[in-house]
């Protein structure tokens, strides 16, 4: 009460983050420039839109947030409270005035605010889906984070093997335990192994506003789920399924990442990547290392990769060698076609 705020609520987001934002990330194995599995951004959007309902269902008349003039987040968060309440005033100080970390501390201590501030060389911000670190390293291109201001270090050496459970492309179970929601397990899969540091990496990218950007991130349960269901896709669905897959992904990603979460496409590519789930399903055994892991291999009921027709470099038992002569010489045709007329003009 010493901002002279009359009541305030925490809301508890973290399921229908998961519901309406995580599960397409998993379903099209997002990583934003093949790296950075949207951790923070992801993130915005699902704030914004359970602010914008809570200010509503008070009756507010405006809208603040802490958003600086410099980065992705006021994007997200204006954008959304414009849509879905327009009547709303949208209140940034801090990006109006450019007021700076220092002077927001100073501020408060001269209204006899004190809050035991200390002004951090490190930006942390640590979510369900990752937790990315800001510094002065990542202000530049040349320097990496510094081993100290990860927020999980590596404790633990001894190699260890878990297996994920998918149901319907969602994880549902780690080793002999189910889970009631997909939130319990990632979160259970955060801790068994962020002690091995695993899903460090520095994502650089292009920010909404246009410049380029540099941030470190952690987000060891992101990265094992994305890449285990990864590989459980390859080997439950077709060929197409993944090439159209992989470029819808791509869009839906960087639009999320864009602000643009509330466009109507991004609901229609939901529908897509749901559809593409109901055979991704199994388990996928993993190890876990200091730094890394590795997919060891998967068992699945939806296994395309079945020895009953063939075993590859090996054993054909669905066609015949002449088979493979007619159809090679149908598929070449077209290219024999061209390179005899022009080998002809050369």
């Known amino acids: 009460m010493l901002l002279g705020v009359d009541s305030f609520r925490v809301e508890d987001a973290a399921t229908n983050f998961y519901d309406h934002s995580i599960r397409y990330l998993i379903f099209g194995n997002v990583l934003k420039n093949n790296t950075y599995p949207l951790s923070v951004s992801a993130e915005r959007s699902c704030q914004a839109v359970a602010i914008a309902r809570y200010a509503l269902e008070i009756g507010a008349d405006a809208i603040a947030h802490g958003s600086t003039g410099a980065g992705n ?50 930006s942390i911000n640590k979510g369900l889906w990752g937790t990315s670190i800001g510094g002065k390293e990542t202000l530049a291109s040349r320097y990496p984070l510094p081993e100290e201001v990860w927020p999980s270090q590596q404790i633990k050496n001894e190699p260890k093997t878990i297996s994920l459970h998918f149901q319907k492309g969602e994880l ?14 990632i979160r259970e899969l955060e801790q068994l192994a962020s002690p091995y540091a ?6 650089v990218g292009d920010t909404i506003i246009g410049i380029k950007g540099r941030v470190g991130f952690e987000a060891a349960a992101a990265i094992i789920i994305l890449k285990a269901h990864h590989l459980l896709e390859k080997h439950t669905l077709s060929k197409y399924q993944m090439i159209i897959k992989d470029q819808l992904s791509v869009w ?27 055979t ?40 015949s060698a002449t088979d493979v002569k007619g159809y090679t010489k149908i598929l070449g045709n077209a290219l024999k076609i061209y390179h005899t007329i022009n080998a002809e003009k050369e």
């Open 172 to 185: 549902t179970g780690i080793e002999n335990k189910i889970f009631t929601h997909p939130v319990e397990a």
């Open 73 to 122: 987040d006021q994007v997200r968060f204006d954008l959304v409270f414009s849509i879905l309440a327009p009547k709303m005033e949208i209140i940034t100080p801090i990006r109006d005035m450019k007021l700076t970390r220092q002077a927001e501390i100073t501020y408060l201590e001269q209204h006899n605010i004190q809050l035991n501030f200390s002004k951090n060389n490190y």
């Open 252 to 278: 839906y990603g960087n639009w999320l990442h864009e602000a643009l979460f509330l466009d109507p496409v991004m609901r229609d590519i939901e529908r897509l990547l749901e559809s593409s789930q109901l």
């Open 198 to 203: 695993i899903g460090r990496d520095t994502h």
């Open 280 to 319: 991704v399903n199994g388990k996928v055994h993993i190890t876990l290392y200091p730094y890394r892991f590795t997919l060891d291999g998967i068992e699945s009921e939806n296994d395309l990769m079945s020895a009953h027709f063939a075993s590859y470099g090996e054993l054909n038992n669905a066609w």
